[in-house]
Each structure stands twice: as structure tokens, then as C-alpha cells.
């Protein structure tokens, strides 16, 4: 109701904002579609975590594959454990949990 009889600034209208960065919005969806692929294609929550992380970081930061990808690694098998110990959730079923399961009883 206030926009209705005040409005309100929108950096969306000032010019003085940078434009969007539709580059990086690209990035971001690739990880997306990659990781539903993924998802899809291996049943993998650990690998579908990586790739996430490590596309959506090239959005913003370019030159850290390695380091991204592994601590995508690192995040999504930390991630699955938990789920997996604490809350008794399986989310994943690809080759990555069954070895992450057999190095890590529980």
C-alpha cells in the first residue's frame, strides 16, 4: 500500500546501478541444469554437490576449479553424513555414498 501512495526506490530503475551480470546468472543455472543431470544420471548426492558448488563458484570467481571442486567435495560428504547419521536420511545412492559409507561405518 505505501509503494501505492509513496513509492519507494528500486535499484532496479536507477540508473546509476551496475547492470545485471548475465554472465554470472548463466553460470549459476549451468550448475543448476548440471547438477539435476547429475542427479538424474547417478543418483549421486555427493557428485551433484560438487558439481553445484564448483560451476556456481566459476559465476564469481574464475581460477579456483581444483579448489572449488574440492571443497564441494569436502561439503557434500560432510552434508551426506550428517543426514545420514544423525537424521537417518539416505539422499544419495550413487557410487560416491557407498564408499563414502564403507571407509565411515555408521
Request: net charge neutral.
Amino acid at each position: 500500500m505505501q509503494a501505492m501512495r509513496e513509492g519507494w526506490a528500486c535499484n532496479a530503475n536507477d540508473p546509476a546501478e551496475p547492470p545485471a551480470d548475465l554472465k554470472a546468472f548463466g553460470w549459476v543455472m549451468l550448475a543448476y541444469a548440471l547438477t539435476l543431470a547429475s542427479l538424474a544420471a547417478t543418483g549421486s548426492f555427493i557428485l551433484s554437490a560438487t558439481i553445484l558448488f564448483t560451476v556456481a563458484v566459476r559465476a564469481f570467481v574464475r581460477g579456483l576449479w581444483l579448489k572449488s571442486a574440492l571443497f564441494g567435495l569436502l561439503a557434500g560428504s560432510v552434508t551426506y553424513l550428517l543426514f545420514s547419521i544423525v537424521l537417518g536420511l539416505q539422499i544419495g545412492e550413487g557410487l560416491p555414498e557407498r564408499a563414502l559409507e564403507w571407509v565411515v561405518p555408521f
